[in-house]
């Protein structure tokens, strides 16, 4: 029973109203979460100072681009582990 419902499920993927519903939601989906990166990269790259003085170190200038990245980074592997679920 299972196997043939997958087995229909993947005949109608081939036909064309079905396959431009399925086309059009992936390209939304993908331009939402390449959105949804840039923008938690500028978010935090807004809320982190650009530079940072702390009291043996010195001034220190690329914490805010190591976070920015690294918040992507965290984004990107939480979107994984999120859409198995889903």
Do not use: N
């Not at 530079?51 to 190591?66: F, K, M, N, R, Y």
């Amino acid at each position: 029973m299972i196997p043939q419902a997958a087995q229909r499920a993947f005949a109608q993927m081939l036909d064309p109203r079905f396959a431009k519903v399925l086309l059009s939601a992936l390209g939304i989906t993908l331009g939402m979460l390449i959105a949804a990166y840039i923008g938690l990269y500028y978010l935090v790259g807004w809320l982190v100072p650009d530079e940072l003085t702390l009291p043996l170190v010195g001034t220190i200038s690329w914490v805010d681009t190591l976070l920015s990245g690294a918040s992507v980074l965290l984004m990107l592997g939480l979107s994984v582990f999120l859409m198995v679920p889903v």
